[in-house]
T-cell receptor, first 113, second 113 residues
Framework: QQQVKQSPQSLIVQKGGISIINCAYENTAFDYFPWYQQFPGKGPALLIAIRPDVSEKKEGRFTISFNKSAKQFSLHIMDSQPGDSATYFCAASKTGTASKLTFGTGTRLQVTL | ETGVTQTPRHLVMGMTNKKSLKCEQHLGHNAMYWYKQSAKKPLELMFVYSLEERVENNSVPSRFSPECPNSSHLFLHLHTLQPEDSALYLC????????????FGQGTRLTVV
């Protein structure tokens, strides 16, 4: 049973466009929702994270939108750049227990010129 | 220089071989993890170590054996693997098991022939 469902599997966006990746979770005990960015040949790196006490968090061109009632959260990349081309993973975990991130399946983003 | 270093970067081994993956973290963290990353699947948590305490994922086959001699080093001993074990093996660390921000190494690409 997949606890975090991520879509789409792949995404192609033109330079300057908005990239949107969606995730849905099932476990209502989750209270930490990070997004990781992974470039080829590298390990995932934390990009941005949100806790359910806020509905939106913005860091530069990256924004997380969180809908607690729908159990959904999404990553928006504004003014997408070719350097943003990577695989993006959403994840979720429950604070206060042994750190066990539950990951989505990943979205491969390609930003074209 | 990444805070989490994994060696080797690539490994090809036969099903009867015994090999070990090494991970070292330079971040002063006291929790370390092994994850398995397979194509089109979520990252799978294999093992968690915190202050030399081991938390197992009971679904991981016994042909994978972790060792954590201290808070900075983590090994994954491999023996009699199967071709389906071919994957990217990622090591991660965090400040503690209650700190949900994980820092990943670059991974070891394992191919079992």
């Amino acid at each position: 049973q997949q606890q975090v469902k991520q879509s789409p599997q792949s995404l192609i966006v033109q330079k300057g466009g908005i990239s949107i990746i969606n995730c849905a979770y099932e476990n209502t005990a989750f209270d930490y929702f990070p997004w990781y960015q992974q470039f080829p040949g590298k390990g995932p790196a934390l990009l941005i994270a949100i806790r359910p006490d806020v509905s939106e968090k913005k860091e530069g061109r990256f924004t997380i939108s969180f809908n607690k009632s729908a159990k959904q959260f999404s990553l928006h990349i504004m003014d997408s750049q070719p350097g943003d081309s990577a695989t993006y993973f959403c994840a979720a975990s429950k604070t206060g227990t042994a750190s066990k991130l539950t990951f989505g399946t990943g979205t491969r983003l390609q930003v074209t010129l | 220089e990444t805070g989490v270093t994994q060696t080797p970067r690539h490994l090809v081994m036969g099903m009867t071989n015994k090999k070990s993956l090494k991970c070292e973290q330079h971040l002063g963290h006291n929790a370390m993890y092994w994850y398995k990353q397979s194509a089109k699947k979520p990252l799978e948590l294999m093992f968690v170590y915190s202050l030399e305490e081991r938390v197992e994922n009971n679904s991981v086959p016994s042909r994978f054996s972790p060792e954590c001699p201290n808070s900075s080093h983590l090994f994954l001993h491999l023996h009699t693997l199967q071709p389906e074990d071919s994957a990217l093996y990622l090591c991660a660390s965090s400040q503690g098991t209650y700190d949900t921000e994980a820092f990943f190494g670059q991974g070891t690409r394992l191919t079992v022939v």
